[in-house]
């Protein structure tokens, strides 16, 4: 039973605008990423949400002015990024440190992310179930194909190969990744 939901930020539920730089609680314009609140609201009545971050200059603090901006603050028990862990986002390292300060074992957390390589695999790696949210208007993933016996240490987003004949990219996925295409996806599961 999952007690703890471990969120990215950037594209996960905040929007990340490619043409703003800097920290996102500086930003003139900040977004909840559509279904967002609606989603951390039914979530957060049986578990816990954390936010984990590859944020690189902006700190804790930071991080939750942010989502204060966007109303999403309410329904987080705490933020994960390098700042406060120590270590960047994208290894095992990462995750187990915050397993550790959570006091939660992996088999009762998940991690959502939109980031296959820093936020499925290590999370993975370190037991914890995943959500790989693929955006609806991610073009670019027609078809994603399920995979039983697919290590996770050969996955990565460089392995997609195309069928030239009609452009559709296929990308094998191990079971265990649960892969959504909308935050509202985890309400519904």
């Given at each position: ?15 990340d ?7 996102m609680c ?7 990423v ?11 009545n ?16 930071d ?16 933020y ?24 939660m074992?992996?088999?009762?957390v998940a991690?959502?992310?939109?980031n ?17 949210l693929n955006?609806?208007h ?17 996955i ?17 996925v191990?079971?265990n ?13």
């Amino acid at each position: 039973m999952i007690k703890s939901y471990l969120f990215d930020w950037g594209d996960t539920l905040m929007v990340d605008f490619p043409n703003m730089s800097g920290k996102m609680c500086t930003w003139h314009t900040v977004e909840a990423v559509t279904g967002a609140k609606d989603t951390l609201a039914a979530l957060s009545n049986n578990a816990k949400i954390y936010i984990a971050t590859g944020a690189e200059d902006s700190s804790e603090a930071d991080i939750k002015q942010a989502f204060e901006r966007v109303g999403l603050h309410e329904f987080i028990s705490g933020y994960f990024c390098k700042a406060n862990v120590g270590i960047g986002k994208g290894t095992s390292e990462f995750f187990d440190i915050i397993l550790k300060r959570i006091k939660m074992p992996a088999t009762n957390v998940a991690m959502v992310g939109d980031n296959f390589d820093k936020d499925i695999k290590p999370a993975l790696a370190v037991g914890i179930q995943p959500f790989w949210l693929n955006h609806a208007h991610n073009n670019n993933a027609k078809h994603i194909v399920s995979a039983n016996n697919i290590s996770t240490n050969n996955i990565s987003t460089n392995n997609i190969s195309t069928n030239n004949s009609n452009d559709d990219i296929q990308l094998a996925v191990p079971a265990n990744v649960k892969v959504i295409t909308a935050l509202s996806d985890l309400i519904y599961r």
